[in-house]
């Protein structure tokens, strides 16, 4: 069968910026780790930034902007960490085609893993439409991206 990208922090790994396990209880996500479907990656930690991490947020724009040039990662500091991204984003994307992965399960509101929304960029916690820059280079290459709200969905595509 073939493997689910997921999210590394969704799978239980302590990789998220503030060094606190997030995991998911579910499951669709539970039958698939018992087949041995999923395969984790943390883009910003395989880019090579570390746990914990100063927050980080896409400036004037989204995943696809910053792949494009037109926008940037800052982190709360105001230090630019996009190269970190980009580098995350090539590894998930080469992980991604290592094992013809067409699906995948990403943390929703990340700077790297958004699939429908991010945030803006103020540190204000304001949600606007848009995904993180993993996502957006999975989905230039053909993978189909979900978030961790919407397993069933993705159950059925994967079937």
């Known amino acids: 069968m073939k493997k689910i990208l997921i999210s590394a922090c969704l799978a239980g790994d302590r990789v998220r910026y503030d060094g606190k396990r997030a995991p998911l209880k ?55 960490v996009t190269s970190f991204f980009i580098r995350g984003a090539e590894y998930a994307l080469s992980i991604a085609r290592r094992f013809n992965i067409e699906v995948a399960i990403l943390k929703e509101k990340s700077p790297s893993c958004g699939a429908h929304n991010i945030y803006d960029g103020q540190f204000a916690s304001h949600l606007i439409p848009g995904f993180g820059v993993t996502s957006a280079l999975l989905k230039q290459n053909g993978v189909k991206i979900f978030s961790e709200n919407e397993l069933d969905q993705a159950a059925l595509y994967y079937g």
Do not use: Q, T
């Open 26 to 80: 579910d499951e669709v996500l539970s039958r698939w780790g018992d087949k041995g479907l999923l395969v984790k990656v943390c883009p910003e930690v395989s880019g090579g930034l570390k746990i914990p991490r100063p927050e980080a947020r896409i400036v004037n724009g989204n995943g696809l902007d910053v792949l494009k040039g037109m926008a940037k990662v800052l982190d709360i500091h105001g230090c630019d």
